[in-house]
């Protein structure tokens, strides 16, 4: 039997290698982009950047950048190879950079490119620049490669629990589904260093606003079922201020009657521990104190977010995709109508459990 299986195997692969007609690439002979830079310079004229790591003798790496101007049509790899010495390939880009200015005018013809492209994986991260991409590409952090450098000051933000999670995939699927849009880290230099600035809210494809770094981890309870690890502060009062850290989160949604004008009530229930506490002595009345002093900035912060999204007419929370798995006869236009008129509440439950260092 088992001799009748090698003759088959032995038979048939010269076949298969022909059928599958794989292409190989020695690493040593291509550049491999790791990050990749959007910039608007003009109407329908954009600048495009690169970077890839060189790695020298000793595990330091370089990072060498290239750029062209095109109207993102397929020539650009083609400009780019036109200044390398080796051939130019996209399957090891980790993040992909976009302008202020291109943002706010929208994103999606390159998006389009990008997921077309079956190198590029859908966890690459999206990010929208203040300032140049080019400039923040050209830099050289550290020892380390830029894309991956770029990569890990988002994705370990997002593991933190400071911001919500966000990817190509999340992105696109936000820009598509009817009832959601997408969101995206907002980054730019600050005293020569890089920094996360905010968090990009965006109507389908175009930048229309963003969340400073105050609301990030509420942002994040608020869009995320479950979540754990998230940060708060709270005041108490003029003298004393409780740093506070979240166990774990649920959130569900109250839609009585969906696809009509009735109230939406949004359940955030919050386990949590304090983390610290500056002034005073920390008895049970006082944590109480805390959990009510938290619910209520929980519950004004909250409203206010929400409100400002209705005002836009955005919906990066997604309220309008729970109407929609509610209801039999979903209308995307009728709802839309209605979104930005429903009374939504942010309904905050606050049960702290622990204590941690005390000032």
């Not at 109230?263 to 944590?287: S, T």
Request: charged fraction near 30%; include cysteine; glycine fraction near 8%.
């Amino acid at each position: 039997m088992k001799k009748m299986l090698y003759i088959l195997i032995a038979a048939i692969s010269p076949f298969l290698s022909g059928c599958m007609n794989i292409n190989t690439n020695i690493l040593d002979e291509i550049q491999l982009s790791s990050a990749t830079g959007y910039e608007l310079v003009d109407e329908n004229l954009y600048e495009v950047t690169v970077v890839y790591p060189v790695y020298q003798s000793g595990g330091v790496v370089k990072n060498k950048t290239l750029t062209t101007t095109s109207d993102l049509s397929k020539e650009v790899r083609d400009k780019l190879n036109l200044k390398s010495e080796k051939p130019l390939l996209s399957g090891k880009i980790e993040v992909a950079l976009y302008g202020e200015k291109l943002a706010k005018k929208g994103i999606s013809p390159i998006l389009d490119s990008l997921t077309r492209d079956p190198s590029v994986g859908s966890n690459v991260v999206i990010g929208v620049v203040e300032g140049s991409p080019k400039e923040i590409l050209e830099q050289q952090y550290g020892e380390t490669d830029n894309g991956i450098f770029l990569s890990d000051l988002i994705e370990q933000n997002i593991e933190a629990g400071i911001i919500p999670k966000t990817n190509l995939h999340l992105f696109m699927y936000g820009h598509y589904a009817e009832g959601l849009d997408p969101i995206a880290p907002i980054i730019g230099l600050a005293n020569g260093e890089l920094t996360l600035k905010a968090i990009g809210l965006f109507d389908h494809d175009r930048l229309v606003s963003q969340v400073k770094e105050k609301d990030f981890s509420l942002l994040r309870v608020l869009m995320e079922h479950k979540s754990k690890n998230d940060s708060f502060s709270v005041e108490i009062d003029d003298h004393e201020r409780a740093s506070i850290s979240v166990i774990g989160t649920t959130l569900k949604y109250k839609i009585t009657k969906p696809m009509e004008p009735s109230d939406i009530h949004i359940q955030l229930k919050i386990n949590a521990y304090i983390r610290e506490f500056v002034d005073g002595g920390l008895k049970r009345i006082k944590v109480e104190e805390i959990e009510k002093a938290f619910e209520k900035d929980i519950k004004e912060r909250g409203n206010r977010l929400v409100k400002h999204f209705q005002d836009l007419g955005i919906d990066p929370l997604g309220v309008g995709e729970e109407v929609r798995t509610r209801t039999r006869n979903w209308d995307a236009e009728k709802w839309d109508d209605l979104y930005s008129s429903i009374s939504i509440h942010i309904e905050p439950e606050i049960s702290i459990t622990e204590t941690g260092v005390l000032e």
